[in-house]
Nanobody, 115 residues
Framework: QVQLVESGGGLVQPGGSLRLSCAAS????????MGWYRQAPGKQREFVAG???????NSVDAVKGRFTMSRDNAKNTVYLQMNSLKPEDTAVYYC?????????WGQGTQGTVSS
C-alpha cells in the first residue's frame, strides 16, 4: 500500500519553530529522494526542500538556512524542521518524491504563522 501521512503542523508566532513528520508507506518512498512541498492559500503547490543522498538539504531560496530535512529509515519517516518561521510560510505542507508530478498526495498538514 502506497501512503503518505503528514503531521506536526500547528499555529506558531513569527520566529517560532515547527517540526513536520511524514510517514511514507511503500517501497518507492524508501528508494526515491524525498522532499517537502507546500501550498499557500490561492497559490499552486510548490517545492520547498529535498533530502540529498549525503543527508544534506536542498531547499529553495525562500527557506534556505531556516528549513532542514532529515530521515529515519527504520521508521520510514521524513522530517522537516522549520525554524525562524515567517507569516509567508503559512501553507499546507506535503511530502512526496522529489520532482513528483502525479496526483497521489497525502492530506497534508497545516502550518500557520501568525501573531
Amino acid at each position: 500500500q502506497v501512503q503518505l501521512v503528514e503531521s506536526g503542523g500547528g499555529l506558531v508566532q513569527p520566529g517560532g519553530s515547527l517540526r513536520l513528520s511524514c510517514a511514507a508507506s511503500g517501497i518507492i518512498y524508501r528508494i526515491k529522494p524525498m522532499g517537502w512541498y507546500r501550498q499557500a492559500p490561492g497559490k499552486q503547490r510548490e517545492f520547498v526542500a529535498g533530502l540529498n543522498s549525503d543527508g544534506t538539504t536542498n531547499s529553495v531560496d525562500a527557506v534556505k538556512g531556516r528549513f532542514t530535512m532529515s530521515r529515519d529509515n527504520a521508521k520510514n519517516t521524513v522530517y522537516l524542521q522549520m525554524n525562524s518561521l515567517k507569516p509567508e510560510d503559512t501553507a499546507v505542507y506535503y511530502c512526496n518524491i522529489v520532482g513528483y508530478l502525479g496526483n497521489h498526495w497525502g492530506q497534508g498538514t497545516q502550518g500557520t504563522v501568525s501573531s
